[in-house]
């Protein structure tokens, strides 16, 4: 059968036409209003960089503004009195330490105190496990060791903005091992009653932070919602008598509620 060059032209229209149809459908489910085609853009992190030395600050400024999950809202001494400093309120705040002469961090709990819902990662110098237990004690909630790569303080500052506990895991067995050696093999009376008062669900939350799991994790492994795990775990720092899920895992491996890292 032989086609006219007449046909052929047709035919090569039509099936452009056609195709050309097929990729506007195409289009159209993509850019449906019910389905955006674009993910609407993730809120930045606000941090707050504090340090004794100008250069460090600005060091820091530079590496984390090259980040388009970081917005850095100021920059200050490391004194209680910075957060008031802040273009915005902090979600972090970064605390550069210096270790030559020990950590000057008394200052600690009145910056928390001020800056209510911030949380505070530390970068330090120093593998002192019992400067790296004083600082946990004070309320922070990831301690990044100045060796490591860059990459590795900006998963910090995203896991702990995402709620979660981030340490350097040789780091946090030299914590362990300080405070056992601190507090000792054996149970107090008062910390034996203490974790009887825990329900079995509490036992099962302590259990799966000591494993690493975040409220969001454990919400899905206990079939429950986050808030109820957030309302557990309420209920275990009161009874536990710890103030943050730092003490909280440290407290369950020096008490064989979860098993510690190796």
Do not use: C
């Amino acid at each position: 059968m032989t086609v006219s060059p007449r046909s052929k032209t047709v035919n090569s229209t039509v099936a452009r036409q056609s195709l050309s149809g097929i990729a506007v459908v195409g289009r159209a489910l993509v850019t449906d209003s019910t389905k955006p085609a674009t993910p609407p853009a993730r809120e930045s992190i606000r941090v707050l960089l504090l340090g004794d030395y100008p250069i460090v600050r600005s060091a820091l400024r530079l590496l984390l503004e090259r980040q388009p999950a970081i917005n850095i809202v100021g920059e200050n001494t490391n004194r209680a009195g910075a957060v008031d400093r802040a273009s915005e309120p902090p979600d972090i705040i970064l605390i550069d330490v210096d270790s030559s002469d020990g950590p000057r961090l008394d200052f600690l709990p009145k910056l928390l105190a001020r800056a209510e819902g911030s949380r505070t990662v530390i970068l330090t110098s120093s593998r002192d496990s019992e400067i790296h237990q004083r600082l946990v004690r004070l309320g922070a909630l990831g301690v990044v060791p100045k060796e490591l790569p860059a990459e590795m303080l900006f998963k910090a500052i995203e896991k702990v903005n995402a709620g979660e506990i981030w340490m350097d895991r040789s780091m946090m067995a030299g914590v362990l091992r300080a405070i056992s050696s601190a507090k000792g093999a054996h149970k107090k009376d008062g910390e034996t009653q203490k974790i009887a008062a825990l329900t079995k669900r509490e036992r099962e939350i302590v259990a799966l932070f000591g494993e690493g799991f975040n409220s969001r994790q454990a919400a899905k492994r206990l079939f429950v919602s986050e808030t109820t795990v957030r309302h557990h775990l309420t209920a275990i720092f009161d009874k536990l008598g710890v103030s943050n899920r730092f003490e909280l895992v440290f407290y369950a491996y020096r008490h064989g509620l979860a098993k510690a890292p190796r």
